[in-house]
């Protein structure tokens, strides 16, 4: 019994290029909406921003520090060597031999 349509393969799976849901979220509408908002929260930092920083800071520093934190990525590389020569990649020793010849 073959259960394949105009939309699906032999497998049920939907053929690369085919929407399961055709009427749903148009092309880049998502993108749209995130370039809105960060243009709105960008222009906002411009005109506030570091007014904003400096109350947080002085009013509720946890919350600066947790932003601080969220900010941060979540695995800071402090030394390429911390692991032998032989696994650094040439971008980690190019920048040591920089840092040292400074």
Request: charged content about 30%; overall charge neutral.
């Amino acid at each position: 019994m073959n259960l394949t349509d105009k939309t699906g393969n032999k497998q049920g799976r939907w053929v690369p290029g085919q929407s399961g849901n055709p009427a749903g979220r148009p092309r880049g509408a998502r993108n749209k909406l995130s370039e809105s908002l960060l243009t709105a929260l960008a222009d906002d930092f411009d005109a506030h921003g570091r007014d904003v920083i400096a109350k947080v800071r002085e009013n509720r520093p946890h919350e600066y520090l947790r932003v601080i934190a969220a900010t941060l990525p979540k695995r800071l590389e402090t030394e390429p060597a911390d692991r032998p020569l032989e696994e650094l990649t040439d971008e980690e020793l190019t920048l040591i031999i920089r840092d040292a010849s400074n």
